[in-house]
Nanobody, 121 residues
């Protein structure tokens, strides 16, 4: 079992930056692929980024967002720069065991509660 707790969401102006954190507990953190997803009202959950053996970014955030992890702290981060109003969503941290696939939400085993990110114009 893995418990994930997200923090760092909030309200920022367009062009600003925000760093999300996801603290994990319950199992060996390094044994999991970690991912970030987001969901805006009326939209399906969208892949943002994942980090395991390889690192991936969704097309809409590539070049602006950076995923990182600190295994010693059992924490994964999402640094978000050059934020746009269309980045507004609830952001979720997720974990899955190593294996094929990392960019679809139903592949993940554990989820955080989500944190709201709102980008104003």
């Amino acid at each position: 079992q893995v418990q994930l707790v997200e923090s760092g969401g909030g309200l920022v102006q367009a062009g600003g930056s925000l760093r999300l954190s996801c603290a994990a507990s319950g199992r060996t953190f390094s044994s999991y692929i970690m991912g970030w997803f987001r969901q805006a009202p009326g939209k399906e959950r969208e892949f943002v980024s994942a980090m395991g053996g390889r690192t991936y970014y969704g097309d809409s955030v590539k070049g602006r967002f950076t995923i990182s992890r600190d295994n010693a702290k059992n924490t994964v981060y999402l640094q978000m720069n050059s934020l746009k109003p269309e980045d507004t969503a609830v952001y979720y941290c997720a974990a899955k065991t190593y294996g094929p696939g990392s960019r679809t939400h139903y592949e993940y085993d554990y989820w955080g509660q989500g944190t709201q990110v709102t980008v104003s114009s």
